[in-house]
T-cell receptor
Framework: GNSVTQMEGPVTLSEEAFLTINCTYTATGYPSLFWYVQYPGEGLQLLLKATKADDKGSNKGFEATYRKETTSFHLEKGSVQVSDSAVYFCALSARNTGGFKTIFGAGTRLFVKA | SAVISQKPSRDICQRGTSLTIQCQVDSQVTMMFWYRQQPGQSLTLIATANQGSEATYESGFVIDKFPISRPNLTFSTLTVSNMSPEDSSIYLC???????????FGQGTRLTVV
């Protein structure tokens, strides 16, 4: 079945450091890939998405490229801020007879120090 | 897109009681999904709810514990029955909008069982 594996946390960085959170997936067919973010005490928010191979999703300085050859969708940001501290979830969705189910990775908690 | 309202946003319940969570969408949708996020964990799909048919439950979840209603194309409820402290989680409603490669999530219901 479909699955998502992402880098274990927590990840602790200093402000302005470069961020990479690795994510790989297993899926049949052609899934869409997502990064969601959950800030402390808040709900789940879509950060970015890519719907086909070689697409790059970007938002708020974050980027991720859909790499079909390596089945990866790594999240990157060139310079993190304290306000980026949150839990980041890699996810995939594939449409089948059961609808557009979303499968989530375990989540990676990011702490950014001032 | 879709705007999803969940009620209640949070609740504290006594063990052995039941809580019904409501999910209202601002447009008609075919598929609605219910997820659970246990403390510090990722999101796990509980079941898929179609209008006019019984919900389809994922492995490890049963109708007696998590009965679901789907009376129309904009509304669903999830009941957490005979609660125990292990049911303390965030419960999220999600919808699949035809033609859009993205699932939309409600803000979640934070449940604490004491």
């Amino acid at each position: 079945g479909n699955s998502v594996t992402q880098m274990e946390g927590p990840v602790t960085l200093s402000e302005e450091a470069f961020l990479t959170i690795n994510c790989t997936y297993t899926a049949t067919g052609y899934p869409s890939l997502f990064w969601y973010v959950q800030y402390p005490g808040e709900g789940l928010q879509l950060l970015l998405k890519a719907t086909k191979a070689d697409d790059k999703g970007s938002n708020k300085g974050f980027e991720a490229t859909y790499r079909k050859e390596t089945t990866s969708f790594h999240l990157e940001k060139g310079s993190v801020q304290v306000s980026d501290s949150a839990v980041y979830f890699c996810a995939l969705s594939a449409r089948n007879t059961g609808g557009f189910k979303t499968i989530f990775g375990a989540g990676t908690r990011l702490f950014v120090k001032a | 897109s879709a705007v999803i309202s969940q009620k209640p946003s949070r609740d504290i319940c006594q063990r052995g009681t039941s809580l019904t969570i409501q999910c209202q969408v601002d447009s008609q949708v075919t598929m609605m999904f219910w997820y659970r996020q246990q403390p510090g964990q990722s999101l796990t799909l509980i079941a898929t709810a179609n209008q006019g048919s019984e919900a389809t439950y994922e492995s490890g979840f049963v109708i007696d514990k998590f009965p679901i209603s789907r009376p129309n194309l904009t509304f669903s409820t999830l009941t957490v029955s005979n609660m125990s402290p292990e049911d303390s989680s965030i419960y999220l409603c999600s919808v699949d909008v035809t033609g859009i490669t993205e699932a939309f999530f409600g803000q979640g219901t934070r449940l604490t069982v004491v």
